[in-house]
Structures are given as C-alpha cells and as structure tokens.
Nanobody
Framework: VQLVESGGGLVQAGGSLRLSCAASGFKWDDFAIIWYRQAPGKEREGVACINHENGRTYYSDAVKGRFLVSSDKAKNTVYLQMNNLKPEDTAVYYC????????????????????WGQGTQVSVSS
C-alpha cells in the first residue's frame, strides 16, 4: 500500500487549499481513506474520512462545513478541499488507509490505520 499526499502550502486566513492523496496497492472499495492532521505539540487528530464501501463521509466538528472530502476512483485519488482556512488549521496533514469494515461514526477518527502517507504541511497565516 502506498499513499502520497500533495497540495499543501502557505495560505492566508480565509483562503482555500486542496490536498490530494494518491493511493495504490489495495482494493479501492475495501478501504476508507482518513485525513488526519498534527500541529506542533498536539496530538494527531482525525479531520475527515470517506468510506469507499458505502460512500459515507465523516468530519470533525472543527472542520465541518469548511472541509469537503471526495474521491476519484478512476484516478485512485482522494481529495480534501479546505475552505475558509483558519490559523488553527496549521498542521501537517496525513492521509491514511483503513479497512472499511472498521470504520464507524464513533471510531473513524482514532489514529489506528495501518497505512500512512508521509504528510504535507499546511500553514495558514493570520
């Protein structure tokens, strides 16, 4: 399994970025892709998830209404559209792959996924 994030960068507050997660090496419909982030000195937190088995999406309260997760099966890529960015969104963003069978509304954000990308830095200036 290989996951490669891209699309991070520096943006002003109120701006937008779209992150991409190019995924390969597994059966698409059997896995969910979860976006996590980790800010300096803070624990890794789940941001958004898309479960390819049933199409369900999940978001943390911190990003609900501002971020949108989507996927393009033909391109083996999952996207995280981030709008109205805030300085507190500054973090390294990771995508991870977890078995769809283990994803639920209460468990998706727990960082126990077995496969991870290398991360991409997102910095939001005020």
């Amino acid at each position: 399994v290989q996951l490669v994030e891209s699309g991070g960068g520096l943006v002003q507050a109120g701006g937008s970025l779209r992150l991409s997660c190019a995924a390969s090496g597994f059966k698409w419909d059997d896995f969910a892709i979860i976006w996590y982030r980790q800010a300096p000195g803070k624990e890794r937190e789940g941001v958004a998830c898309i479960n390819h088995e049933n199409g369900r999406t999940y978001y943390s309260d911190a990003v609900k209404g501002r971020f949108l997760v989507s996927s393009d099966k033909a391109k083996n890529t999952v996207y995280l559209q981030m709008n109205n960015l805030k300085p507190e969104d500054t973090a390294v963003y990771y995508c991870a792959a977890e078995s769809s069978a283990l994803i639920s509304s209460s468990s998706w954000a727990v960082p126990h996924a077995p496969f991870w990308g290398q991360g991409t830095q997102v910095s939001v200036s005020s």
